[in-house]
């Protein structure tokens, strides 16, 4: 399988007033076409840092990190923009829908933007909201809402889909619908998917599970059998 995401010696720095916050501390990362990493760490270990970086939402101070054969860490603002609008979905923790815009609506905010998009509607059948296409998001639950978000995600066709605690707001049978729309959307479409979460049961689905720790990826781990989202409890 061909390299989606290629990092090599990644590292983050932050800065508050003389203070530095180290973030990553060298990180070496291959993400393979077509799988699912879960992403597990305490907070502070540095993986929301390396999902932005890797999304384009943030830059490296050190290091590199190659989507394809384009250097991320050599795009200027403008060229990131582009990266993320035609390759890159983001899902998080809480929803960021537009109150007063439908699902439907919420959806076609970026399906008029894209290169290549699905239709809106599509888009939220694969997640399960087919019947709900003409709610308002004060109209769905906390778990439908995280549903259209991932649906916005994925509304472009992304190569990659990256997921900050996305059922971090979200009781377990909520968490696992939730799951279940991820698990559908990268078996259909073949997203590159990376989902960060505190919740160790999640790894479970993962093809590939690394776990970080102070800036670092300490461990990498293959699960002996890819569970379904259902087989999950917590």
């Known amino acids: 399988m061909s390299a989606a995401i290629r990092a090599r010696g990644l590292t983050k720095v ?25 992403l597990l760490g305490p907070s502070g270990s540095g993986k929301s840092t390396l999902l932005n970086i890797l999304g384009g939402l943030d830059t ?14 050599a ?38 933007i894209a290169t290549n ?27 439908e809402q995280q ?21 971090g707001a979200l009781d377990s049978a909520t968490g696992v619908l939730v799951l279940e729309a991820i698990e559908r959307i990268h078996a259909e479409l073949g997203t590159t998917t990376v989902l960060i979460t505190h919740n160790a049961v999640i790894a479970g689905m993962a093809d590939r599970v690394l776990v970080m720790g102070d800036g670092h990826i300490q461990q990498e781990q293959r699960p002996e059998r890819r569970l379904r989202a259902r087989e999950l409890s917590w």
């Open 75 to 112: 795009m200027d603002d403008r060229e990131l923009t582009r990266y993320r609008r035609n390759h890159v979905g983001f899902v998080f923790q809480f929803y960021n829908l537009i109150p007063s815009l439908t699902a439907l609506e919420n959806v076609a905010l970026v399906t008029e």
């Open 147 to 167: 549903r259209v978000a991932i649906a916005r995600a994925i509304a472009k066709r992304p190569d990659i889909l990256l997921c900050d605690e996305p059922t």
């Open 117 to 143: 998009p699905m239709q809106p509607r599509a888009a939220l059948e694969l997640v399960g909201l087919g019947a709900r296409l003409d709610h308002f998001p004060a109209q769905l639950s906390g778990g």
């Open 60 to 73: 490296a101070s050190g290091g590199s990190a190659l989507f394809r054969d384009q250097a991320l860490t």
């Open 14 to 38: 932050y800065h508050s007033g003389e203070v530095e916050v180290h973030a990553l501390r060298g990180v070496d990362l291959v993400l393979t076409s077509g799988e699912l990493v879960v």
